[in-house]
T-cell receptor
Framework: KNQVEQSPQSLIILEGKNCTLQCNYTVSPFSNLRWYKQDTGRGPVSLTIMTFSENTKSNGRYTATLDADTKQSSLHITASQLSDSASYIC??????????FGKGTMLLVSP | NAGVTQTPKFQVLKTGQSMTLQCAQDMNHNSMYWYRQDPGMGLRLIYYSASEGTTDKGEVPNGYNVSRLNKREFSLRLESAAPSQTSVYFCASRLRGASTGSPLHFGNGTRLTVT
C-alpha cells in the first residue's frame, strides 16, 4: 500500500530560525513529489515539485531535497517569518497518476 | 484571476438533509477533484473527474454523488447528510494527470457541520 509519512507532526520555532520538515514515502512506481503549504482557513498551495532526477530545488527561503534511493524528502525553511506559520503537506504521485497525501506538519513561528 | 471558487464557505445541516457543494474553475483545467480534510487524517479523495463527461470514485465515495456539469464546474452532493460527513471539503483542479507533474489548484474550502 502506498504511504507517505511526515515528521514532526507539529513544530514551534522562533522567528528568524531555520527548520527542516521530513517526508518518507513508499509509493511505487514513483513519478514526482510535491510540497504544499496550507495557511489556516485556506486551500493548499504548491511550493515546489521534485522529480526522480532532482536532488535539490530552491524556491526563495524554501529548499526541498529528494533522495530517491532512501525514498525521503525534506523541506528546509531558512530565516523563518511569521507568515511561514502553516501546515506543510507532502504529496507523492505514482506513474499510474494516483496521489498519496501525507498528514502534514503544522509549523508555528513564534515572535 | 479567481482560480477555483467554492460555494458556500460555511454550512450547517441537520442529519438527513441534503445539499450540493458547488465548485468552478476558470483555468481551463481538464481534471477536477473533491477532497475532504479531517483532523489527523489528511486530505482524502472523494470523487474525481479526469475530463469533462467522466467521473470516478476515490478513496471515500460513500454518501456522496458528483456531477461534472461542464469543463468549468464540478459539484458534490450529499443526499442524506450524516454527522460523519462533518468536515472541510476542498475542490481542486489540474491541467493534466498527476504523473505529468501538473500541480493541484485548490479552492478555499467549504466548512460543513452536520448536527
Amino acid at each position: 500500500k502506498n504511504q507517505v509519512e511526515q515528521s514532526p507532526q507539529s513544530l514551534i520555532i522562533l522567528e528568524g530560525k531555520n527548520c527542516t520538515l521530513q517526508c518518507n514515502y513508499t509509493v511505487s512506481p514513483f513519478s514526482n513529489l510535491r510540497w504544499y503549504k496550507q495557511d489556516t482557513g485556506r486551500g493548499p498551495v504548491s511550493l515546489t515539485i521534485m522529480t526522480f532526477s532532482e536532488n535539490t530545488k530552491s524556491n526563495g527561503r524554501y529548499t526541498a531535497t529528494l533522495d530517491a534511493d532512501t525514498k525521503q524528502s525534506s523541506l528546509h525553511i531558512t530565516a523563518s517569518q511569521l507568515s511561514d506559520s502553516a501546515s506543510y503537506i507532502c504529496v507523492v504521485s505514482s506513474s499510474y497518476s494516483t496521489l498519496t497525501f501525507g498528514k502534514g506538519t503544522m509549523l508555528l513561528v513564534s515572535p | 484571476n479567481a482560480g477555483v471558487t467554492q460555494t458556500p464557505k460555511f454550512q450547517v445541516l441537520k442529519t438527513g438533509q441534503s445539499m450540493t457543494l458547488q465548485c468552478a474553475q476558470d483555468m481551463n483545467h481538464n481534471s477536477m477533484y473533491w477532497y475532504r480534510q479531517d483532523p489527523g487524517m489528511g486530505l482524502r479523495l472523494i470523487y474525481y473527474s479526469a475530463s469533462e463527461g467522466t467521473t470516478d470514485k476515490g478513496e471515500v465515495p460513500n454518501g456522496y454523488n458528483v456531477s461534472r456539469l461542464n469543463k468549468r464546474e464540478f459539484s458534490l452532493r450529499l443526499e442524506s447528510a450524516a454527522p460523519s460527513q462533518t468536515s472541510v471539503y476542498f475542490c481542486a483542479s489540474r491541467l493534466r494527470g498527476a504523473s505529468t507533474g501538473s500541480p493541484l489548484h485548490f479552492g478555499n474550502g467549504t466548512r460543513l457541520t452536520v448536527t
